[in-house]
């Protein structure tokens, strides 16, 4: 066996390798350990020798699932295995394991090698990004989200093209987030390209790469991202901005397969999971010739819409709640533990056109202003903040750009409770003689 290894030079080879290396014998007997196998094993050179690996690796498959007794017997090669190995001093390592046969040239079986590589902390950051994007990581207990996560769901268990509609703010990329890192392809990249920051050449060659000398200023080849994603996710924000003769090369690469660098005729085969989110209605852009019909149904493969916030106001209390947390980890300097109840009235009156994003900017401006433990009505940004107007205060000490809100806040409050004086002062939290005098200052009449 030794004299085998040494014809084919082999020691010389795998001492090069950043993965710990073991040879065995057909008895199981190691027979050569490499450098880095003995460091991450906490072995000292030639203390592990003439031994069975079982009694050295000692690994959680050793016993039942030993993967060079799997690969005897279904004579192949076997790979992506992952189990624990124990070391000398006792502790334990992740490992990402591949076992290869040794014949000789009769194709009888010597031996064979495990390499295996610790990838603990790999892992870690792994399961940390898992635990980011999971399903918790999107907030909500409406039925309307209780329906988006059945949909991610079903649709995270399959390879299928996905489209995810609804409004700036809305979380699209939390969603995205979540079919990936809930996928099998989970281990492999999630690549994201945000179509509207990029013009059309220089998006052709960030989705396709180029190579030297494609154009001016290409002075080397380039890799783009749906190579870079391959075997993952290709996340594709804000795809109804993509120009048209892009869409017709996108359309390509989407029905065939497989794609050409920019500068290149040489076609490469592609593995993608492509997600795409929009916050315009593709079907009225399809209708009035800026977005390809066939493009459009090739992404439509599985929709997933998210309604704006003004539609599951039931969400904002714990939305809040979340991101008073979220913020009160970036400013340790305070302690925010909550929010008053007129505070919290006022948020759920709010329409938020700039849906959960403008939420927590919400919650994020009112803990700086706050001085205490909870966020008060008068923490909120305008046009939240409470109507609190001092009878002495004159006209001329209000600036203009605050007297046109104070009146658009004013006229709209009282549209909503249809001019009924003493509903409008009560929603505005002022007094209905303030009112009064408000509305008589802005030069507000009742309509008809």
């Given amino acids: 066996m030794k004299e085998f290894l040494e014809d084919i030079n082999f020691f010389k080879i795998i001492d090069n390798i950043n993965d710990g290396v073991i040879v065995t014998d057909k008895e199981r007997k190691i027979v050569y350990i490499n450098e ?52 000398k001093d006792g502790n334990k390592f992740l490992s990402r394991t591949k076992v290869l046969l040794l014949k000789n040239s009769a194709g009888e079986l010597i031996g064979g090698v495990e390499i295996f590589r610790d990838i603990t902390q790999i892992k870690e950051i792994q399961e940390e ?13 409406s039925a309307s ?84 994603a391959s075997g993952g996710s290709l996340f594709l924000d804000e795809i109804g901005e993509i120009p048209p003769s892009m869409q017709v090369k996108l359309l390509r690469v989407i029905q065939e397969g497989e794609l050409e660098r920019v500068g290149s005729s040489k076609t490469i085969k592609i593995d993608v999971r492509l997600i795409a989110a929009t916050n315009k209605n593709l079907e009225e852009e399809v209708r009035k010739g800026s977005f390809r019909q066939d493009l459009y149904y090739r992404l439509n493969v599985f929709k997933i819409n998210l309604p704006p916030l003004r539609e599951r106001k039931d969400d904002i209390p714990i939305l809040v709640d979340h991101f008073i947390k979220k913020v009160s980890s970036k400013m340790p300097q305070k302690e925010i533990i909550g929010i008053e109840a007129e505070a919290l009235s006022r948020l759920m009156e709010y329409d938020y056109p700039g849906n959960v994003r403008e939420l927590e900017n919400v919650i994020e401006h009112s803990a700086i202003r706050a001085r205490g433990k909870y966020i008060k009505a008068s923490d909120l940004p305008l046009p939240l903040i409470p109507l609190q107007i001092n009878s002495e205060m004159k006209l ?23 001019w ?29």
Avoid at 56 to 83: G, V
Avoid at 396 to 418: F, G, M, S, Y
Avoid at 431 to 448: A, F, H, P, Q
């Fill in 396 to 418: 001329h000490q209000i600036n203009v750009p605050l007297q046109n809100l104070e009146r658009e806040l004013i006229v709209k409050a009282l549209d909503e409770t249809r």
């Fill in 129 to 141: 990004f898992e635990s980011q994007y999971n399903f918790s990581n999107i907030i909500g207990k």
């Fill in 420 to 448: 009924r004086i003493s509903k409008t002062a009560s929603k505005l939290g002022v007094s209905r003689v303030t009112l009064w005098r408000k509305m008589k200052e802005y030069g507000i009449e009742k309509r008809d």
């Fill in 145 to 228: 989200m209780n329906q988006v996560f059945d949909l991610i769901k079903m649709v995270s268990n399959t390879d299928s093209t996905c489209l995810i509609t609804g409004e700036s703010g809305t979380g699209k990329e939390l969603v995205a987030n979540a079919i990936h890192y809930n996928s099998l392809r989970k281990e492999k990249p999630l690549v994201k390209v945000h179509c509207a920051a990029l013009n059309e050449g220089v998006l052709e060659s960030e989705l396709f790469g180029h190579v030297k000398g494609a154009f001016t200023g290409a002075n080397w080849d380039k890799v783009g991202r749906f190579e870079y």
């Fill in 36 to 87: 880095k196998g003995r460091k991450l094993l906490k072995y000292k050179e030639g203390e592990i020798l003439k031994v069975k690996c079982k009694s050295i690796t000692q690994t959680s498959r050793c016993d039942d699932e030993c993967p060079m007794t799997m690969a005897i017997s279904q004579n192949r090669d076997i790979d992506n295995i992952e189990m624990w190995y124990t070391t």
